[in-house]
Nanobody, 121 residues
Framework: QVQLAESGGGFVQAGGSLRLSCAASGTTFRLNVMGWYRQAPGKQRELVAAVTSGGNTNYADSVKGRFTISKDNAKNTVYLQMNSLRPEDTATYYC???????????????WGQGTQVTVSS
């Protein structure tokens, strides 16, 4: 089993920055992909970004150029640096992880509890 613990959410004004962290524990040595989803009230969940252990990344078009995902394999931790935040980035952000190295577009074996990000205009 794998446990995912997110941190770093909060309240920020438009144009500001936040960094989310997600630490994996448990049977982590087989994890190949980690990523972040978000879900705003009344909207479908969407993949924000994902990264493989080898460093390949996938981003939603809406965050390209503003968000950066990175992974520290030694710490089994994935980070999401969010810059130039907009009110439409407001959502609950969920960390996800997958054993399948092909799951760069939809990592979904394990989920975190979520962390709230609120961007004011």
């Amino acid at each position: 089993q794998v446990q995912l613990a997110e941190s770093g959410g909060g309240f920020v004004q438009a144009g500001g920055s936040l960094r989310l962290s997600c630490a994996a524990s448990g049977t982590t040595f087989r994890l190949n992909v980690m990523g972040w989803y978000r879900q705003a009230p009344g909207k479908q969940r969407e993949l924000v970004a994902a990264v493989t252990s080898g460093g390949n990344t996938n981003y939603a078009d809406s965050v390209k150029g503003r968000f950066t995902i990175s992974k520290d394999n030694a710490k089994n931790t994935v980070y999401l640096q969010m810059n130039s935040l907009r009110p439409e980035d407001t959502a609950t952000y969920y960390c996800a992880a997958d054993f399948d190295a092909r799951a760069l577009t939809e990592p979904d074996d394990y989920w975190g509890q979520g962390t709230q990000v609120t961007v004011s205009s």
